[in-house]
Every structure is written in C-alpha cells, then in structure tokens.
C-alpha cells in the first residue's frame, strides 16, 4: 500500500563534465538507454575539450544511469593503461585508444543485447526466474523523457565515430568490454568490482 500511494517520479536531468572522447559519448548514450534514459551532450564553456554530458529521465533512472557511467569509464581505462603498459611497455599509445574503441563497442553490443531481452522477458533475476517484459516501461520512459526535452533544450545527440588504428588493442577492449559489469548489482556492497 506505502508503494502505491507513493508519487510517481517526475523526470529531471543531472549532468557530468568529461574529456571530450567519441567512445565515452557511445558509452553514455547506451547505459542510459539501457536505465530508460535519454542522453545528450553539450561542449562545456570554461575548458577546451570537455563536453557536458546530460543524462534525463527519473531522478532514481538518471542517478544509477550516471553511476553506472562513471564506473564503466573509469574501469576501462584503467585496464586500457594497465594492458597498454603490458604489451606495448609505455603508455598513450593507438593501442590504449583502439582498446577504449573495442571496450566501446563491446559494451554498446551487450547493453542492446539487454535492453532486447528486457522488452521481451528474457531477463532472469539471481534464482534464475524470469523477469516480466519491459517493452512498455522502456517505451513510457522514452516518451516521458522526450516530451520532457521538447522546448527545453538545445543539446545534441548525434552519431559519433571512433576508428581504431590497432587491432590487438581494439580485440583486447572487447574483452574487457564483455566483462565490466553493467547491472544494478554493482550497487551492492557484496559486489564490489566492477570487472567480471
């Protein structure tokens, strides 16, 4: 009873400031799509190559969406650095990029992979039993959002190309990729890591 005459969530935007990257944008974009956000991206005045990244949608949405965000960012480039340094022994080379374009990639595929299997009940919880289809949550949720926006902003959200210039890095990025996690389940204190 407390749940259901609880108010409904009103959707609102929260923002991170990062390093103007094509291959954080892709990220951003696809983790708050798979947390029923939309995502947009401005240039940040005050410092040259940082943009302001806006994701909207219910405050609980956006605030695990952004959550997630910083973490899946911050654990790929970690490794990227410490995969860099094993195979190339220096740093801020095309492998560190092409690794952070293949993490990107990989982790674009998984979180359409699971926003698929969201919307059509394929979902499983941790006793292994099904979770009810999505389809509608996500489709609300997008359109909340989107009429949210209408009027209120000029931000951009457009495709953003990352080539890779090293195909043993971008192949060691979709490893790691295929292994940050990407659930709720990171939020527990039980799970601390991020990777695996």
């Known amino acids: ?76 480039e970690k490794e990227s650095r410490a995969e860099c340094t094993r195979k190339c022994g220096k740093r801020g080379s095309s492998f560190t990029h092409s690794f952070r374009v293949g993490a990107m990639s990989r982790i674009r595929e998984r979180c359409l992979e699971l926003i698929k299997d969201a919307q059509n009940g394929e979902l499983k919880d941790e006793d292994g039993s099904l979770l009810p289809a999505l389809l509608s949550v996500y489709e609300t949720q997008r359109t909340n959002c989107k009429d949210w926006l209408s009027g209120r902003t000029t931000l951009v959200n457009k495709p953003c190309r990352s080539n890779s210039n090293s195909a043993q890095g971008f192949s060691a990025g979709q490893v790691t990729g295929g292994k940050v996690q990407l659930s709720r389940a990171i939020h527990s204190k039980s799970s601390p890591k991020l990777l695996g």
């Open 1 to 76: 009873m407390e749940t259901l005459n609880k108010e409904e969530e009103t959707v609102g935007q929260d923002y991170e400031i990062v390093s103007n990257k094509p291959w954080k944008r892709q990220v951003g974009n696809c983790i708050a799509n798979l947390y029923f956000c939309e995502f947009y991206f401005g240039n940040y005045v005050g410092a040259r190559n940082k943009s302001v990244y806006y994701f909207v949608g219910t405050k609980s949405n956006r605030t695990f969406a952004v959550h997630i965000f910083k973490m899946v960012v911050k654990a790929v």
